[in-house]
């Protein structure tokens, strides 16, 4: 097994060997390069991620064949080529039913983006609690059936943003019981066409500018 030191985990662990799709990605080639923080060792490329919550995960930058379920064609969809991590060092707050992380975010390297052509860059999900019974899990949509629509479906457009790789929307107000307190702040100000607060599933809180708060 390459993983060297790893969290518990239920599900079996990825040995590379098994695939005839795996490949590790080259040094220096254009695909480790697309990668943010990568170095180079005996023309490997490896690459390294910490997170907020001190988990992290060390490990090959390596391409290979992700493979879904299709609700739409019946059948399996495979992505041939998808830049993956494969982690040889991985420790932290991740729960062993689960079996790595995937990046949803708007960066060039997420799963979303290297999807992007074959999904039309729809995505959908509802996360269930984390410590949720065993008989629930969330819902993840690709493509199609990720648009939401109805006829008490309201939305709010994502916008751009500071941070490629996040999502953005436009906080305009909030009401606290029945009052009114329209958003400004010098911290983050409203711009046209540009969103003022993050969407992050990753974090539980809701955090506000200060000065906005304190209002």
Known sequence: ?????????????????????YKVVSCPSSQCQSVSG????????????????????????????????STSLGQTVALPQIIIGCGHNNSGLFNEDGSGVIGLGRGSMSLISQMDSSIDGN??????????????????????????????????PLLSGDLKSFYFVKLEAMS??????????TLMPIAPGRGNIIVDSGTTLTMLPKDFYNE
Do not use: W
């Open 38 to 69: 990568t170095s180079c060792s005996e023309d490997t490329c490896h690459y390294k991620r910490f997170y907020r919550d001190r988990s992290y995960s060390n490990g090959i930058v390596s391409t290979e064949t992700i493979t879904f379920n």
């Open 123 to 156: 995505l959908s999900y509802c996360l269930v609690p984390a410590f949720s019974p065993l008989n629930s899990s969330s819902k993840m949509s690709f493509g199609n059936n990720a648009v939401v629509s109805g006829a008490m479906v309201v939305s709010t």
């Open 1 to 21: 097994m390459p993983c060297s030191s790893c969290y518990k985990q239920k599900s079996p662990l990825f040995e590379p060997k098994n695939s005839n799709t």
């Open 176 to 185: 606290v019981g029945r009052k009114k307190l329209q958003y400004n702040s």
